[in-house]
């Protein structure tokens, strides 16, 4: 069984940063792709940035420039910095794990940003 933590979110200023942390734990094949998912209220769930164990990258338009998502593979951990954070980001921001053909889910990890 495949759990993933998520940890970092809170309530931050327009123009300011956070960082996301998300450790996944149990059984996880070397190669996967790890990432970060949000969902705003009535919106459906979309990619912010993902990672392959390979460190290939890709990022949703909106958010590149601003955040940079990176993983230690050795902890099985992904992390999202966040900069130059709007008020459009505010979300609820889920990590995901892709590995062996499933997808697994975190639960959650709310991000306010005040204008």
């Known amino acids: 069984q495949v759990q993933l933590v998520e940890s970092g979110g809170g309530l931050v200023q327009a123009g300011g940063s956070l960082r996301l942390s998300c450790a996944a734990s149990?059984?996880?094949?070397?190669?996967?792709?790890m990432g970060w998912y949000r969902q705003a209220p009535g919106k459906q769930r979309e990619l912010v940035a993902s990672?392959?164990?390979?460190?290939?990258?890709n990022y949703a338009a909106s958010v590149k420039g601003r955040f940079t998502i990176s993983r230690d593979n050795a902890k099985n951990t992904v992390y999202l910095q966040m900069n130059s954070l709007k008020p459009e980001d505010t979300a609820l921001y889920y990590c995901?794990?892709?590995?062996?053909?499933?997808?697994?889910w975190g639960q959650g990890t709310q991000v306010t940003v005040s204008s």
């Open positions: 995901n794990l892709r590995s062996d053909l499933r997808t697994y």
């Open positions: 149990g059984s996880i094949f070397s190669s996967n792709v």
């Open positions: 990672m392959t164990s390979s460190a290939s990258t």
